[in-house]
């Protein structure tokens, strides 16, 4: 089977999945990432394509949660071994996709996605903020290009929250 149609094939696959997702960790989300990916390879010489795309499809749990789901995935082509490189940036393509991912989650887009899941979630400020609060200890940058992108989003998103945290708290006093 030729490249372009096994990534179509694992596309095709855990597409459905997404589906039952928030609307920040749908599909879209996973069109999202890829776009950045893209960009972000630019940056190295030699890159596991196939890799490369089985990590981008396959970050989120729901594709890959069952032993049936994964002999699936290896009938395609794609080796045991790849999952244990999923959400693990320890090669250029994990690292360039956990900073497509992480990208996602920064800067201004970042605070709407919180505030997205927020609604969607129905939860008060302060639970989104608390949420922020625990997960931006885990935003880290493995790639030049993505530290360059990101480290500046980790601190409007950073400073968002603190100015948040003032309002509730202010509002608490008063």
């Known amino acids: 089977m030729k490249k372009k149609n096994i990534i179509k094939e694992l596309a095709n696959f855990v597409e459905p999945f997404y589906a039952q997702n928030d609307p920040m960790h749908n599909f879209a989300h996973i ?3 890829k776009r950045k990916v893209v960009f972000l390879k630019k940056q190295y ?7 490369l ?7 989120g749990h729901k594709a890959r949660d069952t032993k049936k789901k994964r002999k699936k995935i ?6 045991a071994s790849y999952f244990k490189l999923i959400n693990k940036p320890t090669t250029p393509e ?15 887009f970042g605070i ?3 505030l997205r899941l927020e609604k969607h979630y129905k939860q008060t400020r302060k639970q ?5 609060k625990k997960f931006i200890k885990r935003y880290k940058f ?13 601190k409007i998103k950073r400073k968002w929250m603190n100015n948040e945290l003032a309002k509730l708290k202010n509002k608490k006093r008063g």
């Open 31 to 33: 069109k999202r990432v």
């Open 45 to 51: 010489k030699k890159i596991d394509n196939k890799l």
């Open 53 to 59: 795309n089985f990590l981008v499809y396959l970050h």
């Open 74 to 79: 290896m009938g395609m082509g794609y080796p």
């Open 94 to 108: 994990g690292k360039i996709v956990w900073d497509a991912n992480c990208l996602e989650n920064v800067g201004r």
């Open 112 to 114: 709407k996605k919180s």
């Open 128 to 132: 989104t903020l608390n949420l922020v």
């Open 142 to 154: 493995y790639t030049p290009l993505g530290k360059k992108l990101g480290n500046p989003g980790i």
